[in-house]
């Protein structure tokens, strides 16, 4: 089963020193997809009791607790809690869906998450995804790229922002994002 | 560079967030038709130096097909709209005489 070193175990690296943007690989975290009718009542129902959270708008997250969901698709949420409660939000999710036509998955292995904060961050993601990063407001989320990888990324607050990609590429990802927070990237021209 | 709207999620990108997936409302022949057609909607295609449907997929996005009215020659692009569209909006179409017209 799931072990934790394995999302460690390419990033056993120490990151480059605080030059206003800090990466940090979030090993601990926890994720669920769900697909179903995001404009269902008994969708809403369900997610608010498996998270406490609302469904979120387009390109938007909810929050409350340790549970965060992001608007992934027109049918598709991302839940993010604490690692060893995914498997308890899918059960919580599906039994009080019921009979409807919903999936949930506990994909907490699928994918990496990083955060990258300080008064910088927002500089080290815009070298690498075609993003207005300086209108992005914070709860949003955007799916994209950084460089060539598949990415979400959300604003969790003022200066910082969380970035997720699938596992294969977390080794990439976290090379990448140090260089992009360190002191070549970020020097002022 | 295309700047695409994704009808699905609604973000204006550029088009390395999207996959091209060829020319749009291509409608495979009924049971029985002659090899000649079915070769036809395997392997024909318009690729016209003109206004051109598409198919294109947000696949760094949202992950969603949708149709866009492109001209190949002057890249400019008159509109998106859903993917299971049988034929384009008569907005776009009527975008489409409004713009072209000479
Ligand atoms: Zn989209």
Redesign the interface.
């Known amino acids: 089963m799931s072990d934790l070193s394995l999302a460690r175990a390419a990033l056993d690296v120490t990151p480059p020193p605080d030059l206003g943007a800090q990466v940090e690989a979030l090993s601990s975290r926890g994720m669920v997809a769900i697909r179903g009718d995001l404009a269902d009542a008994g969708f809403a129902a369900a997610l608010k009791a498996a998270t406490g959270c609302d469904v979120p708008g387009?390109?938007r997250s909810t929050e409350a607790g340790e549970c965060r969901v992001l608007w992934?698709?027109?049918d598709e949420v991302m839940i993010f809690c604490e690692w060893s409660a995914a498997p308890g939000v899918v059960a919580s999710f599906m039994e009080k869906a019921g009979d409807a036509h919903v999936l949930a998955l506990d994909v907490s292995d699928a994918r990496a998450v990083f955060r990258v904060s300080g008064e910088k961050a927002w500089r080290v993601l815009a070298k690498g995804a075609?993003?207005d990063l300086e209108r992005f407001g914070v709860g949003e989320v955007?799916?994209?790229?950084i460089a060539t990888v598949?990415?979400g990324i959300v604003r969790t607050g003022d200066d910082s922002f969380e970035v997720f990609c699938f596992r294969s590429f977390a080794a990439y990802m976290w090379d990448w994002l140090c260089v992009g927070a360190g002191a070549e990237s970020l020097s002022d021209l | 560079m295309l700047l695409i709207q994704c009808p699905a999620c609604g973000v204006e990108a550029e088009e390395t967030e999207f996959a091209p997936g060829g020319e749009a409302h291509i409608l495979r022949p009924e049971p029985g038709c002659s090899d000649a057609d079915f070769a036809m909607y395997l392997f024909e295609r318009k690729n016209p130096r003109a206004v051109h449907y598409e198919r294109w997929r947000h696949a760094f996005g949202c992950g969603k097909w949708f149709h866009m009215a492109r001209h190949t020659h002057t890249l400019e692009i008159f509109g998106v709209y859903a993917a299971d569209a049988p034929e384009p909006p008569q907005e776009i179409k009527d975008r489409i005489a409004e713009r072209t017209a000479s």
């Open positions: 387009v390109r992934m698709s027109t075609p993003v955007r799916r994209t790229r598949a990415t």
